[in-house]
């Protein structure tokens, strides 16, 4: 008999206003770009059901409705395509909702803008239980969905850890886009983190090992939440939690070794994750690999 999953519920940071990709989203937000034929957002939940979870509390900006109209079954449109023999083309959305509760919470105004304040305005609804946090514009492409959010929640149960964060090499050149991760002395625990340095040069970070938005949390990371100031960019940072608790806590940062994090936080690495997606998408790969090598650059 399988073990029961230790955490079900799920938070998703989608809050932010995608100024990048400014003036596209100024009519809906940037977690609904798509790759290939579904949107950011939804590859994100299909990775949460995959890893067993099935609370997921979407926060978004507070004057946002369209994800949650997205995700909300549409009895007109599903009539339309059963008439026209195309019900086909929402079944991956069905399949969202037989297998998922979702929530939908707007991202408390009274709070400053960061990554780290989704998690705050769902404390409430977390109800003091651990869960798993990511950050909505990032996705994580694996020969098998959800394989890495299991392995975080195995190492969090295992050492009973304050964060568990993703995280995975980059080139050197690229380090100074992301949070680079500084490991702890060596230890009985693995992977021990000191610390997270955001957006160092590469002489200065202490390592090319990038964080990425997967993260693993315990209820007790909120007192120390409430309590942290801003910082870079007069936001509050999830980053500075982690610093924050690695004083006096367990955080802990492990590799994602069969999948591969892609940023869609801007165009080009937007542009480069349809890429990646259609590479592996057995219906166009043939067809898209003719072309890039038709591209002769």
Known sequence: MKNK??????????????????????????????????PNLQWVVEELIAAG???????????????KKYFTPDEKLENYLKENDKSQYIDS????????????????????????????TAEKWLNKEPFVYLFGDDLLLEKTPGEFIKKLITIFDKYQAAIVAGVQQVPWEE????????????????NRLDGVMEKLPADQAPS??????????????????????LSKDNELWFADLENNMA?????????????????????????????EYGLVDLSI?????????????
Not at 24 to 38: C, F, M, N, S
Not at 215 to 229: E, I, N, T
Request: proline fraction near 7%.
């Open 5 to 38: 999953q230790t955490i079900r519920k799920a938070v998703i940071s989608a809050a932010g206003f995608g100024t990048r990709f400014l003036p596209t989203v100024k009519a809906y937000p940037k977690e609904l770009l798509p790759i290939l034929d579904k």
């Open 53 to 67: 979870l099935d609370q997921i509390m979407i926060v978004h900006r507070p004057d946002s409705v369209e994800q």
């Open 93 to 120: 959305l069905k399949a969202i909702w037989q297998k998922a509760e979702l929530y939908f919470l707007p991202q408390d105004p009274k709070l400053p803008y960061g990554n780290a304040c989704p998690a705050l």
């Open 175 to 190: 380090i100074n886009r992301y949070g680079s991760v500084k490991y702890a002395s060596k230890g009985e625990i693995p």
């Open 208 to 229: 090319n090992m990038a964080q990425f938005g997967r993260f693993v949390v315990s209820p007790r990371v909120f007192d120390v939440l409430k309590k942290q100031g």
């Open 247 to 275: 004083k006096n806590d367990l955080v802990i940062a492990e590799t994602v070794e069969n999948g591969q994090w892609l940023t869609t936080g801007d165009p080009l690495r937007w542009l480069k994750a349809n890429i």
């Open 285 to 297: 790969q043939k067809e898209l690999k003719e072309y890039l090598k038709s591209l002769k650059i």
